[in-house]
């Protein structure tokens, strides 16, 4: 079934979309009523990507539920990682650290960039939101909010282990050198969007520079909070290195974090009552995911500068994994582009990104796509001026992945000798 030659598919999951736009205070309804229902959609009008009726949707839920499960881990395992961090006390003290004016405002934002090239997304966005609400009093402007998670974005944007989308570059045979190119982007892209913040955040709430005095910091839930990333990073890179197959089968990175938290609270109790709220934000974002699943998109337009560009867009409203797997499979892009525009693009609204997600769980009065837009608007410009920046200093120069080039190069000597021998 179309209307006006788009399928009917898409048209609930832009109904969804809407409704979460104009109801942010109920966006979890919205969230898991579309799903149902292009669900029920798919079961009785349309195939899944995998397959018609219920076989589809087993078979559907087969290929995604890892992509699920990890997301739903390091939600919820990083809210209680924030939780431990804020009560190590240790954000009380930045204020005696950070400028007093708008610029320590900003530097918290290079902060969040930089552990982001290390860190999951999800957890550097979560500990700069931490960090902001103790230095600024809980009062927090929504563009600097929306600046944090840009942040997050941009700072994974160009390493293989800073964002599931350059990961999934990575385990395809791309080079972190592919990936290391949107950096060139993702820097100019914080230096716009972040002083715009930093201003804002400043006029609306400056940094409380006087640190309450006898502050103790708690030593043991600092090292709680390092030993949950590096649960995180090293199952990452052990995996990615050593066994890649596996990550297509099981939530090895999400079942890490929530085990470190589960031996580590012998020492320090997290505070469950998080649970909760985390469990919610992370049922609405895998719930826009799963319907961004079942979306029958099976190709993307011709590898351009201009496709990617675009790619970035659409990862605001559409999940980009699903958008970093087509143009894996479709090949012929520039690496580098495509890491920023997917791994940033989803920057541009609350609900884009997972890290967005957390944050809002975290700050509830972020969940106002208008809002968002409107305090936030440096956002999406700092997307294009880092694109474009990169388009001039580097140009588009699409390559093959370079381990499947490697792989051709050695397969085409034995296959020329083989045939030789005949």
């Not at 030593?219 to 050593?242: D, K, P």
């Amino acid at each position: 079934m179309t209307i006006a030659g788009i399928p009917f598919d898409f048209v609930l999951f832009a109904l969804t979309l809407t409704g979460v736009a104009l109801l942010h205070h109920h966006v979890l309804k919205v969230a898991v009523t579309g799903l149902v229902v292009i669900t029920l959609y798919k079961l009785l009008f349309s195939p899944f990507p995998t397959g018609a009726g219920v076989a589809g949707l087993v078979a559907h839920v087969g290929h995604e539920w890892v992509i699920v499960a990890n997301l739903f881990a390091l939600l919820v395992g990083f809210a209680l990682l924030a939780n431990h961090f804020e009560r190590s006390h240790l954000p009380a003290l930045l204020p005696q650290v950070l400028p007093d004016d708008w610029k320590g405002g900003f530097v918290l934002l290079a902060l969040v960039f930089v552990l982001s090239s290390f860190l999951d997304n999800i957890a550097a966005a979560m500990i700069g939101g931490t960090i902001a609400a103790a230095v600024f009093k809980k009062r927090v402007h929504i563009g600097y909010l929306a600046a944090i998670v840009a942040a997050s974005n941009a700072g994974g944007a160009g390493s293989v282990v800073g964002d599931t989308t350059t990961t999934m570059i990575w385990i395809a045979g791309g080079s972190p050198l592919q990936v290391l190119d949107a950096y060139i982007a993702a820097v100019p892209a914080l230096l716009f969007f972040g002083v715009i913040a930093a201003r804002q955040q400043h006029a609306y709430q400056p940094i409380v520079k006087d640190a309450a005095h006898g502050i103790q910091v708690d030593g043991v839930r600092l090292t709680i909070v390092a030993a949950i990333l590096i649960s995180a990073i090293g199952a990452n890179v052990y995996f990615n290195l050593r066994h890649p197959e596996v990550l297509d089968h099981v939530p090895v990175i999400g079942l890490a974090v929530l085990l470190a938290i589960v031996v580590t609270a012998a020492w320090r109790q997290p505070d469950w009552d998080l649970v909760p709220d985390a469990v919610k934000g992370s049922v609405f974002l895998l719930s826009l995911v799963l319907c961004a699943s079942m979306m029958p998109v099976e190709k993307l337009p011709v590898a351009s500068w201009q496709t990617a560009l675009g790619l970035g867009v659409v990862s605001a409203v559409f999940d980009n994994i699903p958008l970093t797997s087509l143009a894996l499979h479709q090949g012929g892009y520039d690496w580098g582009f495509l890491a920023y525009a997917v791994g940033f693009g989803g920057s541009m609204i609350w609900f884009g990104s997972s890290s967005g997600v957390a944050l809002a769980n975290y700050f509830p009065e972020a969940r106002s796509v208008g809002q968002w837009l409107r305090q936030g608007w440096h956002v999406a410009v700092g997307y294009m001026i880092g694109y474009f920046v990169l388009l001039a200093v580097l140009g588009w120069h699409p390559e093959p992945l370079h381990r499947a080039a490697a792989a051709a190069e050695a397969a085409a000597p034995a296959s020329a000798a083989a045939t030789v021998s005949q």
